[in-house]
């Protein structure tokens, strides 16, 4: 589709002047020092300036969960994160630009705004330096388009937070599902005109950098890969195994591992029963399910087959492949589906006087762990498999975290041979010590799973109720797409000297820079470290 660069120029709106402005006219950025001299300060010489250039940041409007909990993957973090790598990396205040927008279309219009009259911008600028001999000036060549695509997650896959690997998809092919989780139902002229907008980018000397979303028909420069669906179910299910300790545990004793895989119902399905054999997923939420539980299979799989695991549901077995993942899938739009689909899968009410075992639930984000906390709450499971004793009181954890005490870690309680009544007992009844004895050990806390690092999940995990969380390492991904930039606009060819996360990989069938940073996996052992001191949350906010 052709870009329509006359209607592009007429409808320059004041967005599209400071979009200028940023190229070197006049400045237009987020807040930050303002005096020529803190530039100077940061910047060195005005030829230094122009060697960092300018970098636009495109962003979605941040999504909102429907649980009304804020993942700590938010763009609104992000931008702000970047700013100030730029800033940092040498990049003047005055020419760093950030806009966001809460639809594709939108976005569209305003990187298309920004591009014509960027060039056109640029264009002037060289004519001038050419006839001054000026030297502070961001060119095409120095410049640099952040931007991250606006895709539509349904209410399920948004509980996973903002920074989700995914592929903007036409609306003509009707939201394509691949293993990264596509969207559904865009505009097919948003797609064409984003992908002509960067393509003219680029034609024009300038660079560009995706986040997190690839484009039918345009090629990046640089690709940053942030969660994927198989990365986040893949990483549960490793900090699950390691805890449990799967590779030492006995046949005779096989832990009890459920997955809970939420899904939104299809629109034009009528049955959100919250019974997965009742109600059929949305595409984008089977894409992203079907991949999660790939990552979650990849990890636990032989420990399936081995017998060292079982269901206690029975919906996973030895024989259980990456296909049946609609086996532990199931229609969630509320808190208590979550916790009717726990409480059916250990076949337990609350009157029941016995608990069934259960050593690890992997509850796929931190929206559904929370409702699993509740859910083994109200039916009575005790203790905490926190990185702690049991023992330990919440008081000692607090402590640990803000540094006044040492916390003296130890295994999950459990033992590796069968449970049974060890020695004489003291009444005479060994049957009722043994099934005193089992009765404890199935009531235990398990290890409870998730993701997103939701701020109100974070007193969870100092209480125990949640093992871990998981995130994507922002500050890191930050740092890497402002050396990125930097190296872009000195027109250097980007290497793991600038970007030691920088890989490659195939991008619209084109082998392309991509940079990747590991997720960071929270518990309440390095929770102080990872997201306190780092500045991520607040005392407050881990309920400290």
């Not at 006839?131 to 209410?155: E, G, I, M, R, Y």
């Not at 024009?204 to 484009?215: C, E, K, P, W, Y």
């Not at 589906?337 to 075992?357: C, I, S």
């Not at 050990?441 to 209480?463: E, F, H, K």
Request: charged share 25%; proline share 4%; glycine share 8%.
């Amino acid at each position: 589709m052709a870009l329509r660069i006359g209607r592009a120029v007429r409808r320059m709106t004041s967005m599209a002047a400071c979009l200028a402005m940023t190229l070197g006219l006049a400045a237009c950025a987020p807040d930050g020092p303002t005096s020529d001299n803190a530039d100077a300060q940061t910047n060195g010489t005005q030829s230094q300036t122009a060697s960092a250039g300018a970098v636009a940041i495109f962003t979605p409007s941040d999504g909102v969960t429907i649980s009304g909990n804020t993942p700590l993957n938010k763009w609104t973090k992000f931008v702000p994160a970047l700013t100030q790598s730029l800033r940092d990396a040498g990049v003047a205040k005055k020419r760093i630009m950030a806009s966001s927008a809460d639809d594709l279309d939108k976005q569209s219009r305003d990187i298309q705004d920004y591009v014509v009259s960027g060039v056109s911008a640029s264009d002037a600028a060289q004519s001038d330096a050419a006839q001054s001999d000026a030297t502070d000036t961001a060119d095409a060549k120095h410049t640099t388009l952040v931007v991250a695509p606006v895709t539509s997650p349904d209410d399920t896959v948004r509980q996973y937070g903002d920074y989700l690997d995914q592929t903007v998809a036409n609306s003509t092919d009707g939201g394509t599902a691949d293993a990264k989780g596509s969207t559904e139902g865009t505009d097919t002229e948003a797609v064409e005109r984003l992908a002509s907008a960067l393509r003219l980018a680029q034609e024009n000397g300038m660079h560009v950098i995706l986040l997190a979303g690839t484009i039918p028909g345009f090629q990046p420069d640089v690709y940053v890969r942030m969660s994927t669906a198989e990365q986040i179910g893949a990483v549960q299910a490793r900090k699950l195994a390691d805890k449990l300790e799967l590779d030492k545990t006995s046949v005779d004793n096989p832990k009890n591992i459920e997955v809970l895989l939420p899904y939104s119902v299809a629109a034009t399905d009528g049955s959100a029963s919250g019974d997965a054999q009742d109600a059929t997923p949305s595409d984008d939420s089977a894409a992203f399910a079907k991949a999660a539980f790939k990552g979650v299979w990849s990890v636990l799989q032989p420990y399936f087959r081995s017998g060292q695991a079982v269901s206690p549901s029975g919906m996973l077995t030895a024989d259980t492949g990456d296909d049946d993942w609609m086996n532990v899938a199931f229609a969630s739009s509320k808190d208590t589906d979550v916790r009717d689909e726990l409480r059916r899968r250990l076949g337990m009410d609350d009157h029941a006087k016995t608990h069934t075992r259960i050593d690890g639930i992997i509850a796929m984000n931190d929206y559904v762990a929370s409702g699993v906390v509740k859910e083994l709450t109200d039916l009575g499971y005790t203790g905490s498999a926190a990185d702690i004793n049991p023992e330990i009181t919440i008081s000692g954890i607090v402590e640990n975290i803000t540094g006044k005490k040492d916390l003296q870690r130890g295994k999950v309680p459990d033992p590796i041979k069968a449970p049974e009544a060890d020695g004489e007992t003291t009444d005479g009844n060994d049957d009722a010590d043994a099934a005193k004895n089992a009765e404890t050990i199935n009531a235990r806390w398990p290890i409870v799973t998730g993701y997103g690092a939701y701020v109100d999940s974070m007193p969870q995990i100092v209480a125990g109720q949640q093992w871990m969380t998981a995130l994507e390492n922002r500050d890191a991904l930050a740092d890497d797409v402002a050396k990125a930039s930097l190296a872009l606009n000195a027109g250097s060819k980007l290497s793991k000297a600038d970007v030691a996360a920088l890989g490659s990989a195939k991008i619209n069938g084109k082998t392309t820079p991509v940079i990747s940073e590991d997720l960071l996996a929270v518990s309440a052992s390095n929770l102080k470290a990872t997201l306190i001191d780092t500045g991520y949350i607040s005392l407050a906010e881990a309920g400290l």
